[in-house]
């Protein structure tokens, strides 16, 4: 791509395209085992309907090429599933457990629907925000935090609840909440949260 | 409610699991359908059995397996919901959690009666705890020869496939849900063509809620008569009904339809009460949807009579004085809850979700959202609430999908029963503006 012609792109996405849907051109792929898990994977769906794989494989994507689907991640998907580019996007873009910036080590993900609400979640939301430093979309500065707002997780009748890296963490207080920072902290050279991965989910 | 028919075996240590499960006569009423009964005649005994929709739209179930069209030479697929996103409502990440062995249970028998071979279980991707939890189900019944090719000798043959959604409350819609299956957005479609005809694939297509499909085991085993003799008039047999908000035991409480909406409150078997001795101020009954009802409405009818936890009970009055039963999600407020916060709250939850193929649903739900924001922060006007009725009433049955009705029905219903404290609201904008937790507005008790 000419220089001028990507600097006039670069201009014209970031008025109403997301900057990071500019191609890096960076090399990806899946390890030779996550590849073949994923080929297991594909034989769930009719031959004719491979597409339907793509949430799952974006979720595998998400989860082994970066922690985020960036343009190369997902130009990635398209061809290992022989789909237009513009499928895979029109899809990330929908659905709000995709990550089209680059997250931290641990995403938050606190809910801030009714009955989270009434249980107490704004607090735990408040004291998130005082003690990370962070308003909801941002992470800090380490590295470590992204902090999220989410609708209802399905937790009602355990809430105020939020997710760090789709860990569920229920019945929070803003006590517990600073004893999970903490745990998170000393972890954070470890495995993250979440038992398992998706790979390991399906097979 | 003495005896516990879909919940049945749920305090057991180990029922998770394939071993305890069976020892517990789990897939008895697998071996008796394949065995013994025609598919027809398992179709027959969940049509005798009254089975209505628990997904929210209680539709019968009998009736809606009858529309699949079973002359068509594609294959046909069951597609299990479990995209459970409604606001107040967590029973089938519950019954997953801890029977997964009864919604497999209920899939292979469901798969027999409709000639299905492929079944796919559509879990909410947040819900990524439960995927490894229902794929361990699925190996175990393959290994007992519960699943796969000739099942127990005979030649009906059946896989079942977990498959994640990604976040959005608009697939648990059962057009948006195929859509999402076949890895596009979630964008409902027009029906007709309706899925049981043109569903999967253009195939013919059943799409059931996780608790509908699980009540198939026990429909079979004790027979769709005995079923039905549970509960009251059309509002057969048992329901799960996940309790939340303001009160003293959270929790998922398998019910008899037809319990009384005060009993299921106070008593503590279930919700004991409200928290604190509060008094209670309003209920959703049904998921975030449903209108919302004031403490009068819930407990007795217009008419006087008691509310009961039933399809009709609940839905008496129509939406001038009633409700809906929904989903079963039971979100209880008391005194100090604001009606306008949590209005807006959920305000915002449908904007966020709509899907924004419909305009007025697109657009509108921001509207309300917006108008809902500033009467909440003291910038209110007196005409934004009927500003509101109106964008309700402009939203509502113009769009494809229900999504539409559903983000019209909290807020028309709040301004029709608390009407007073939306005023109040603009009446004291110095007093409303920097607090923003529990009500300003005395509670006017009865």
């Known amino acids: 791509m000419p220089d001028n012609h990507k600097t006039n792109m670069e201009q014209h996405n970031n008025k109403i395209i997301h900057p990071q849907f500019i191609k890096e051109g960076k090399p990806v792929a899946f390890s030779a085992e996550v590849l073949g898990k994923i080929r297991q994977l594909l034989l769930r769906y009719p031959e004719d309907h491979r597409k339907s794989a793509l949430l799952p494989v974006l979720h595998i994507a998400q989860e082994e090429l970066g922690g985020y689907l960036s343009v190369d991640v997902m130009d990635h998907v398209a061809a290992l599933l022989g789909i237009l580019p513009i499928e895979v996007y029109e899809v990330a873009t929908f659905y709000s457990m995709f990550y089209l910036d680059k997250m931290g080590h641990y995403v938050i993900e606190v809910c801030r629907t009714g009955p989270c609400a009434i249980s107490g979640g704004e607090k735990i939301m408040q004291h998130l925000r005082d003690v990370l430093r962070i308003e909801p979309g941002g992470t800090t500065p380490d590295g470590l935090f992204t902090l999220k707002e989410v609708e209802c997780l399905g937790s009602c009748g355990s809430g105020p609840v939020m997710q760090v890296n789709t860990g569920y963490y229920e019945n929070l207080t803003p006590g517990r909440v600073d004893k999970i920072l903490e745990e998170l902290r000393e972890n954070a050279n470890k495995d993250k949260p979440d038992d398992s991965t998706w790979v390991e989910k399906f097979c | 409610m003495g005896g516990k028919i879909l919940l049945a075996g749920i305090d057991v240590p180990g029922i998770r699991g394939f071993d305890v499960y069976r020892s517990l006569g789990g897939y008895a009423s697998v071996e008796k359908a394949l065995r013994e009964m025609t598919p027809a005649l398992v179709n027959t005994e969940v049509t005798k ?4 929709g628990r997904g929210g739209a209680g539709f019968p179930t009998g ?17 299990c919901n479990a995209d459970e996103s409604e606001p107040g409502t967590f029973k089938d990440r519950y019954l997953m959690h801890h029977l997964p062995h009864r919604l497999i249970e209920g899939l292979i028998l469901s798969s027999y009666a409709l000639g299905v071979k492929t079944c796919y279980i559509y879990i909410r991707g947040e819900f990524k705890y439960l995927v490894g939890i229902l794929e361990k189900a699925i190996r175990e019944a393959h290994e007992h020869g519960l699943l796969g090719e000739k099942i127990l000798g005979t030649d009906f043959s059946l896989n079942i496939y977990v498959h994640p959604g990604a976040g959005a ?11 999402s299956l076949e890895g596009k957005r979630g964008n409902p479609r027009i029906k007709p063509p309706f ?30 008569e005995a079923y039905a003799r549970l509960g009251k008039g059309k509002s057969t047999g048992t329901k799960l009904i996940s309790a939340c908000g303001n009160i003293n035991r959270p929790g998922v409480y398998e019910i008899e339809l037809g319990l009384p909406v005060e009993d299921f409150l106070y008593s503590p078997e279930y919700c004991d009460g409200i928290a604190g001795d509060k008094y209670l101020k309003a209920v959703i009954a049904g998921g975030s949807s449903v209108p919302v009802l004031p403490a009068g409405l819930i407990l007795n009818t217009v008419k006087g009579e008691k509310r009961l936890m039933t399809y009709e009970s609940l839905s008496d009055g129509e939406f001038a004085t009633g409700t809906m039963l929904g989903s079963g999600g039971f979100i209880v407020f008391d005194e100090d809850a604001c009606m306008v916060r949590n209005t807006w709250n959920l305000s915002r939850f449908y904007h966020h979700e709509s899907c924004g193929q419909c305009s007025p649903c697109r657009e509108g739900t921001g509207w309300m959202e917006k108008v809902l924001y500033r009467v909440e922060h003291g910038q209110g006007k007196m005409s934004d609430i009927d500003l509101l009725v109106r964008v309700a009433k402009n939203i509502e049955g113009n769009t494809i999908c229900p999504l539409g009705d559903a983000a019209a029905w909290p807020v028309a219903s709040a301004i029709r029963h608390f009407r007073k404290e939306f005023e109040y609201h603009v009446e004291h904008p110095e007093r409303v503006k920097n607090i923003n937790h529990g009500s300003l507005f005395p509670l006017a008790v009865e």
């Not at chain 2, 059995?49 to 209505?52: A, D, I, M, Q, W």
């Not at chain 2, 397996?65 to 068509?72: E, N």
């Not at chain 2, 409350?169 to 859509?179: F, K, N, R, S, V």
């Open chain 2, 63 to 79: 009736l809606k397996w009858s529309f699949l069209d079973r002359k068509s030479d594609k294959p046909r697929y069951l597609v």
């Open chain 2, 49 to 52: 059995s009254g089975l209505r």
């Open chain 2, 169 to 179: 409350y608009i697939c648990g819609e059962e057009t948006a849900l195929l859509e």
């Open chain 2, 195 to 224: 899925p049981a005809f043109k569903g999967l694939y253009g195939c013919p297509t059943v799409v059931n809620n996780v608790e509908t499909l699980a009540t198939v085991g026990p429909i079979i085993g004790m027979g769709g």
